[in-house]
């Protein structure tokens, strides 16, 4: 009797034991997909921060407050962006009939590098006749191109500027957006409009093209105007950012090392 007691209570101590592993295995399991469920949240998040500060960019580079609130929207579920302007233009901006089925060929020089452009007024009236008007005014005479970026699929020269670090003309702001890809791609070549972020009406004086096929997501306002493309010389955007990016800043998004003039812009 004394020998079946022992037994048995062998045989409980060690279900008892089975039972504590499998317990423990089981916490260990949700442990492990929990910390898989954390790391893979703040990936996710960095990626869109990344994403969103990229877009801001493009109407000028984002303030230390602008940064903040980024972060901010990005942490609170129930932040959504909206359009920050009336749907109104600017007083003095050119109206869009004045290039509407039209095409406007001519040169724009970088550095003393040409590159022949072409503006789309059938696909972007409003936008032509804006960048008409500027290039036979000579306001994009030794003005700069402040910011380049060398992402994977993120490839641009940002001009237009009237100074080194990249703000616009709050007096010059027009509308609406136009051509804009419907699958969020810029071929190598694109000429778009910066515009300030959120805003379908916060187009400016400056530009961007693209040397290397990009993929921009649409913000709350949509996509980016799609004014013209380079038909020759892109190399010579290709090759300013071959030269790389200022030292300190981001590494693939920031001033251009060899500092980019536009000698001039002429449309015709």
């Known amino acids: 009797m004394a020998t079946s007691s022992r037994s048995a209570r062998e045989a409980k101590r060690r279900i008892q034991q089975m039972e504590a592993k499998r317990e423990l295995r089981r916490d260990q399991e949700k442990r492990r997909k929990r910390d898989n469920l954390i790391a893979a949240g703040a990936g996710t998040a960095a990626v869109v921060l990344a994403v969103v500060l990229q877009l801001t ?29 009336e749907a109104t233009n600017s007083p003095n901006i050119p109206a869009a009939e004045t290039a509407a089925g039209k095409t406007f060929s001519g040169e724009l020089v970088l550095n003393g590098s040409p590159l022949a452009v072409e503006l789309d007024g059938t696909n972007a ?16 005479n030794a003005k700069t191109c402040h910011r380049l970026t060398t992402g994977e699929s993120f490839g641009l020269l940002q001009c237009g500027a009237s100074g080194p670090d990249g ?19 810029y071929p190598a070549g694109t000429i778009a409009v910066a515009r300030t972020g959120n805003n379908a009406f916060g187009n400016g004086k400056q530009f961007f093209v693209v040397y290397k096929d990009t993929v921009i997501p649409p913000d709350s306002a949509g ?7 380079v038909t020759s010389g892109l190399d010579v955007v290709s090759n300013i950012a071959a030269a790389g990016i200022t030292p300190g800043s981001s590494d693939t998004d920031g001033a251009p090392v060899e500092p980019v003039t536009i000698d001039s812009f002429s449309l015709k």
């Open 57 to 85: 960019a493009f109407a000028g580079n984002p303030t230390e407050e602008e940064f903040a609130a980024l972060e901010a929207g990005l942490s609170s579920p129930s932040a959504s962006a909206s359009p920050s302007a």
């Open 167 to 185: 703000q616009g003309d709050p007096s010059y702001t027009w509308g609406p957006l136009e051509n804009t890809p419907a699958d969020d791609t």
């Open 125 to 140: 009236p409003q936008a032509a006749a804006v960048f008409k008007s500027l290039s036979d005014e000579g306001y994009f």
């Open 223 to 229: 996509g980016y105007t799609v004014v013209g493309r």
